[in-house]
């Protein structure tokens, strides 16, 4: 079946140092990928979707990339900033049919000064 | 950008009542999601609905039933509230151009069954 796996459950850097968050998927219809992101007490709100593969796509100073031969959908950023700090969930478009999103379990980024 | 309003925010519920959680979008998406959050968990989908008068089933419904009167609202019922559905849940609504299934989330309701 459909499945997403974030294999960090808690990350935490130094303010100006890079970041990339896990995301590997399984499914079998054609993968459209998506990275939420939680700031704490608010609600998920969407940061950045997958394109064409091998097309990196770029929102707000993050970017990802789809990659189909290894199925990964990575998160990074070349300087993590102190508002960086948050939630991110890696979701998966399911193939049932039903426009459903399946979600990963989340990696909390903590950025320190 | 789309606007989806969930109430209460807060619910301190005891073993064995009812709730209701409700949540209204007004932006005319046609499906719309009932999320619960714990931690290690991340987002897991409990029902759902393609319209007015739809609900489905999603991967942990058991103890959960859903309504959708309207385009607008969606409301999640726990008929015999458990310490075990103490979480955070979240509504979401979301347009099916293509499968781009973009979700606008609620702020969430926090519920704790004591």
């Known amino acids: 079946g459909d499945s997403v796996t974030q294999t960090e459950g808690l990350v935490t850097l130094t303010k100006g140092l890079p970041v990339m968050l896990n995301c590997t998927y399984q499914t079998t219809y054609s993968p459209f990928l998506f990275w939420y992101v939680q700031h704490l007490n608010e609600a998920p709100k969407l940061l950045l979707k997958?394109?064409?593969?091998?097309k990196r796509t770029e929102h707000q100073g993050f970017y990802a990339t789809l990659h189909k031969s290894s199925s990964s959908f990575h998160l990074q950023k070349s300087s993590v900033q102190l508002s960086d700090s948050a939630l991110y969930f890696c979701?998966?478009?399911?193939?049932?049919?039903?426009?459903?999103?399946?979600f990963g379990s989340g990696t909390q980024l903590t950025v320190m000064p | 950008e789309a606007a989806v309003t969930q109430s209460p925010r807060n619910k301190v519920a005891v073993t064995g009542g009812k709730v209701t959680l409700s949540c209204n979008q007004t932006?005319?998406?046609?499906?719309m999601y009932w999320y619960r959050q714990d931690t290690g968990h991340g987002l897991r989908l409990i029902h759902y609905?393609?319209?007015?008068?739809?609900?489905e089933k999603g991967d942990i419904p058991d103890g959960y039933k859903a309504s959708r009167p309207s385009q607008e609202n969606f409301s999640l019922i726990l008929e015999l509230a458990t310490p075990s559905q103490t979480s955070v849940y979240f509504c979401a609504s979301g347009g099916d151009r293509g499968g781009q299934n973009t979700l606008y989330f609620g702020a969430g309701t926090r519920l704790s069954v004591l």
């Open positions: 997958s394109s064409t593969d091998n």
């Open positions: 932006n005319n998406h046609n499906n």
């Open positions: 979701a998966l478009r399911a193939s049932s049919g039903s426009w459903q999103l399946i």
């Open positions: 609905s393609y319209g007015a008068g739809s609900t």
